[in-house]
């Protein structure tokens, strides 16, 4: 038997031209250890935005007429063409995560067919899936597919957050932008698990939101007092360790300077080099693709800024780890780890330049998810 469907494809040529287009696929039997999954909800990350339009100019979307393929064309500046060298001339699906219904299963996957299931590793924008078994987790009874849709991203990485705060010796964390959907995870995870947190949001509505669920620390970066009481905040949790996924500008040297600052309070602790409290920075995201700014003024010489993403990470921590998390998130699905959705779409709805420039403003609080159903 054949599945027919649809895969979203984004493709740069060399001349810098993005193409976007849904590409007319054909599903083959799945070998033994493998399925084919019905794709039933598949949500928007930034992670996928990324894929998806690269460096592209928005502004320069074009929607050719005929052809037959549904697509679309965008312009990416020339510096932006030298900064993706690596996938010139390549169609690239797109999706890292989802959810579906088991249509077909290999021998030694028999016992998934029917099942609904969570699912991971790419090309998730499309009609069906066809994956190796070990990348597709069944649904708790009477979860949905939107339910299980965002099971591995946001939540194995709030629960990678908290995992590398306690194996490097921290006992509280600082995390922006707290509001996002991962946010609402780790500030979930951080109360029941007894941790510090202490959340920084860009808006009143989003403090607000987050006392909601229970965060005692809840600051606004735009508040004009926000430095003294993000010092405050860290002085009292003893946060030592963040995770910005805002990425460009000064918020991430500004964390760790209220750090030193709060430091410095100790008595005992002055030394023209800065405290010797440790301080780390990790940067998960680029909101903002703006240089990243970091002010050594008044900051010492105990810290560190460095990158961190979740597939690394994984492939560091082990398969045991790995399995701790799975479980935790499948148990917790609906409560700890729901994602919130304020818009759900179809996949030919990708292609629309409103759809696009509104997945491009990465604004917190808005997130999409995609149903192929919906056409």
């Not at 928005?58 to 030298?82: D, M, Q």
């Not at 500008?249 to 010797?276: C, N």
Request: one cysteine or more; hydrophobic letters at 40%.
């Amino acid at each position: 038997m054949v599945w027919t469907g649809r895969e979203l494809r984004s493709t740069i040529d060399k001349n810098g031209m993005l193409v976007l287009s849904l590409e007319p696929v054909e599903l083959t039997e799945p070998g033994d250890d493998e399925v084919i999954v019905r794709i039933e909800a598949t949500p928007v990350n930034p992670s996928d935005i990324g894929l998806l339009l690269g460096p592209a100019d928005l502004s320069s979307i074009e929607k050719p007429e005929g052809g037959g393929v549904a697509r679309l064309v965008l312009t990416v500046p020339p510096a932006g063409v030298a900064a993706v060298a690596g996938r010139i001339g390549q169609s690239l699906s797109v999706g890292n995560e989802g959810a579906g219904t088991v249509v077909a299963a290999g021998r030694n996957a028999a016992a998934l067919r029917g099942r609904r299931v969570g699912i991971y590793g790419g090309a998730m924008y499309a009609d069906y899936r066809k994956i190796s078994m070990d990348h597709v987790i069944p649904l708790p009874e009477g979860a949905s597919a939107a339910d299980g849709a965002s099971m591995f991203i946001n939540p194995i990485t709030a629960l990678g957050f908290v995992e590398t705060a306690r194996r490097e010796g921290h006992k509280a964390i600082v995390h922006t932008p707290a509001a996002s959907n991962l946010g609402q995870m780790l500030q979930r995870i951080c109360l029941a698990d007894g941790i510090p947190l202490v959340n920084i949001v860009r808006s009143d509505e989003q403090v607000v939101l987050m006392r909601g669920l229970g965060a005692t620390h809840v600051l606004n970066c735009k508040d004009e007092d926000f430095a003294a009481r993000l010092t405050d905040a860290v002085a009292e949790t003893g946060a030592t360790i963040a995770f910005d996924a805002i990425g460009g500008g000064k918020l991430g040297s500004d964390i760790l300077q209220a750090m030193e600052r709060a430091a410095a309070r100790i008595p005992g602790t002055y030394s023209r080099y800065g405290t010797t409290v440790f301080k780390q920075l990790y940067v998960y995201g680029s909101l903002d693709t703006a240089p990243t700014i970091l002010d050594r003024t008044g900051l010492g010489y105990a810290w560190s800024v460095s990158a961190w993403l979740l597939f690394h990470y994984l492939s560091k921590v082990g398969p045991e780890t790995v399995r701790r998390f799975r479980q935790r998130v499948v148990d917790e699905l609906t409560s700890t780890f729901a994602s919130h959705y304020t818009r759900t779409i179809g996949l030919a709805d990708v292609l629309h330049p409103d759809t696009l420039r509104a997945f491009d403003r990465k604004a917190t609080g808005e997130k999409f998810l995609i149903d192929p159903s919906r056409g």
